[in-house]
């Protein structure tokens, strides 16, 4: 809180001295009116970035108008005063083409803002997307931050362990995403292709390839289910992949998803963790119980974005 805004809450609040002859009740009346204008001009501003926020989206989905993949969070950033803008990403395009993708968003929000670089907050694979976008098509002084989500830097290891050792059961990985996609009344998609891009094969020669570019701030969080109870429709893949790896989402692991500046795993406690489809809020509100706010989440990087001058 700077100097400002507690000036304005004390101005106001001289009124309340005991000698104005206010009852008790009036007093906490208006006290609790004042401290309720300074939060919510508070909230007004914590997350006015001073560059606009992009928000990436994943595989398998579009954040067109009517999609629900972003939930609530848009809406949450635009009244904390952020400029928000989408990726436009095909669902099942490959990691050039949506970069390719990416960059028409960007010079699009970059004309319609008037700003000369964008904030990327990019969920799963459209971080690799992102860092494709930054490094190969030349976007780093149009980017001034990138943050990214349970982007499996490292690859998905249970992806490559049934790719190389049973075929058969990777064909069955690729067809439950398919299922959980139709179910969500997203778009299916039968190729197999862009789940090779998520192998930790793949991203080896990625990483060689596609370096990161020092005018951009890099930084990262990764995700923990705490239990195959979190997210049923994961809980297996969760197993699998904390035998192999250890914390992680239900698909991708923390060690994954470290980039750049490492913010940590989220949540650090309460009963219930975040599996990899609920980081984006798609139930548009907050789960019972002690479930983390996952729009409050966003409203905390872009507050820290702020503070960071971005």
Not at 39 to 52: I, L
Request: charged content about 25%.
């Amino acid at each position: 809180m700077d100097a400002t805004d507690w000036s304005g809450v004390a101005e106001r609040a001289r009124p309340l001295n005991c000698g104005q002859g206010l009852s008790f009740q009036r007093k906490a009346a208006a006290l609790w009116t004042h401290l309720s204008e300074w939060r919510a001009m508070r909230v007004e501003r914590m997350c006015a970035t001073k560059y606009p926020i992009m928000l990436i989206h994943g595989i398998g989905y579009e954040d067109q108008p009517a999609s629900r993949y972003w939930g609530r969070i848009p809406q949450r950033l635009e009244e904390g005063g952020a400029k928000v803008y989408f990726g436009g990403q095909d669902a099942f395009g490959t990691v050039a083409e949506n970069a390719a993708r990416l960059k028409v968003s960007m010079e699009r929000a970059i004309a319609d803002s008037g700003a000369d670089k964008l904030n990327l907050i990019a969920h799963s694979k459209g971080g690799i997307e992102a860092r494709y976008l930054i490094s190969v098509l030349e976007m780093a002084e149009k980017v001034v931050s990138l943050t990214t989500l349970a982007t499996p830097h490292r690859g998905i290891g249970s992806i490559d362990l049934l790719r190389k050792r049973k075929a058969a059961a990777y064909q069955v990985l690729a067809s439950v995403f398919n299922l959980m996609l139709m179910v969500d009344g997203r778009q299916q998609n039968f190729s197999l292709k862009p789940y090779e891009q998520l192998t930790a094969d793949y991203m080896e020669v990625f990483n060689q390839l596609v370096p990161d570019r020092k005018e951009v701030y890099y930084q990262s969080y990764a995700f923990d289910m705490r239990s195959a109870a979190s997210d049923p429709a994961l809980g297996l893949f969760y197993k699998v992949v904390r035998k192999l790896e250890g914390q992680n989402d239900g698909l991708v692991s923390a060690a994954s998803a470290k980039w750049g500046e490492f913010q940590g795993v989220y949540p650090q406690e309460g009963k219930y963790g975040i599996s990899h489809p609920r980081i984006v809020d798609p139930q548009h509100r907050k789960r019972k119980g002690d479930n983390p706010d996952m729009a409050h989440f966003y409203q905390e990087i872009a507050a820290r974005l702020k503070a960071l001058g971005y």
